[in-house]
């Protein structure tokens, strides 16, 4: 079992739907981290939370310490929304700072 | 801000070859780390360099891998005698030490995506 589990993996939706990605972590965390992935390669980080709630435009990002557990949220939905959702964690456990653990991912697509 | 960049963007090499990516971090950002990503996954971290010095390397990182950051500011990640194997996306990062907090977000490049034939 990975340490840090997204579901789901794919997720199609339609133009001003609010979506709802998810990630659940098994270790203990530093920090948690939102990015997202367009094709071509290029990563941008949306988030970095260690508790409560953040929220940036239509995308809200939160996180329950206690259950392990974060979402990211996006409301109403555009197709330039379309991209891959990463979610990474830092461990707590004495490694170094930004050897971030990740997730496998959420492809969203999002249809005219 | 130019932001992180890597070079080349599109390496295609023949099995055995040696190759050599670039990057280039953020100017200010002292912390530097190499990550690999193949189809379909999350990127898997390599290294990790706190201004010159290479604090951590992952046991993914076979003999044949070497990086280096010889001033503190780009790096380089040489693969020698590559095998098929090695094809994936060579991404790197950068942040900051920033004072009082232990975490930075990270900044990603473009990434080189390297293929072996």
């Known amino acids: 079992k990975n340490e840090v589990e997204q579901s789901p993996q794919n997720l199609t939706a339609q133009e001003g739907e609010f979506i709802t990605i998810n990630c659940s972590y098994s270790v203990g965390i530093s920090a948690l981290h939102w990015l997202q992935q367009h094709p071509g390669g290029g990563i941008v980080s949306l988030f970095m939370?260690?508790?409560g709630k953040k929220k940036h435009g239509r995308l809200i990002a939160t996180i329950n310490i206690q259950e392990k557990h974060s979402s990211l949220h996006i409301t109403a939905s555009h197709p330039r929304d379309s991209a891959v959702y990463i979610c990474a964690v830092t461990p707590s456990s004495g490694t170094s700072y930004g050897k971030l653990t990740f997730g496998q991912g959420t492809i969203l697509t999002v249809h005219p | 801000d130019t932001g992180v960049s890597q070079d080349p963007r599109h390496k295609i090499t023949k099995r055995g070859q040696n190759v050599t990516f670039r990057c280039d971090p953020i100017?200010?950002?002292?912390?530097l780390y190499w990550y690999r990503q193949t189809l379909g996954q999350g990127p898997e971290f390599l290294t990790y360099f706190q201004n010159e010095a290479q604090l951590e390397k992952s046991r993914l990182l076979s003999d044949r891998f070497s990086a280096e950051r010889p001033k503190g500011s780009f790096s380089t990640l040489e693969i020698q005698r590559t095998e098929q194997g090695d094809s994936a996306m060579y991404l790197c990062?950068?942040?900051?030490?920033?004072?009082?907090?232990?975490?930075?977000?990270?900044?990603f490049g473009n990434g080189t995506r390297l293929t072996v034939t």
């Open positions: 990062a950068s942040s900051p030490i920033t004072r009082g907090s232990y975490n930075s977000p990270l900044h």
């Open positions: 100017s200010e950002h002292n912390r």
């Open positions: 939370l260690s508790s």
